[in-house]
Nanobody, 115 residues
Framework: QVQLVESGGGLVQAGGSLRLSCAAS????????LGWYRQAPGKQRELVAR???????NYADSVQGRFTISRDNAKNWVYLQMSSLKPEDTAVYYC?????????WGQGTQVTVSS
């Protein structure tokens, strides 16, 4: 079992920046990867960025070059630094942890980008 708690969402103007944080607890030594997903109203949840246990990262094409995922293994945190935000980045952002074939999710944090 893994528990995930996100923080750092909010309202920002287009072109601005936000940093999301996610604290992981529980069976953290078994985590294979941590990531961020988002879901906009009326749309499916989509991968934003992921970082594996070995530090390999991958990003959605729509955020490549604007968002950066990182993790602090000592503190069991994963971060998403978001820059040059666009109105289309507006969504609920969810922290995700993968243990084997099981996905764990946080409760989500709202990010709203105004034009």
């Amino acid at each position: 079992q893994v528990q995930l708690v996100e923080s750092g969402g909010g309202l920002v103007q287009a072109g601005g920046s936000l940093r999301l944080s996610c604290a992981a607890s529980g069976s953290i030594s078994s985590i294979n990867a941590l990531g961020w997903y988002r879901q906009a109203p009326g749309k499916q949840r989509e991968l934003v960025a992921r970082i594996t246990i070995s530090g390999i990262t991958n990003y959605a094409d729509s955020v490549q070059g604007r968002f950066t995922i990182s993790r602090d293994n000592a503190k069991n945190w994963v971060y998403l630094q978001m820059s040059s935000l666009k109105p289309e980045d507006t969504a609920v952002y969810y922290c995700n942890a993968v243990l084997g074939f099981i996905n764990y999710w946080g409760q989500g944090t709202q990010v709203t980008v105004s034009s």
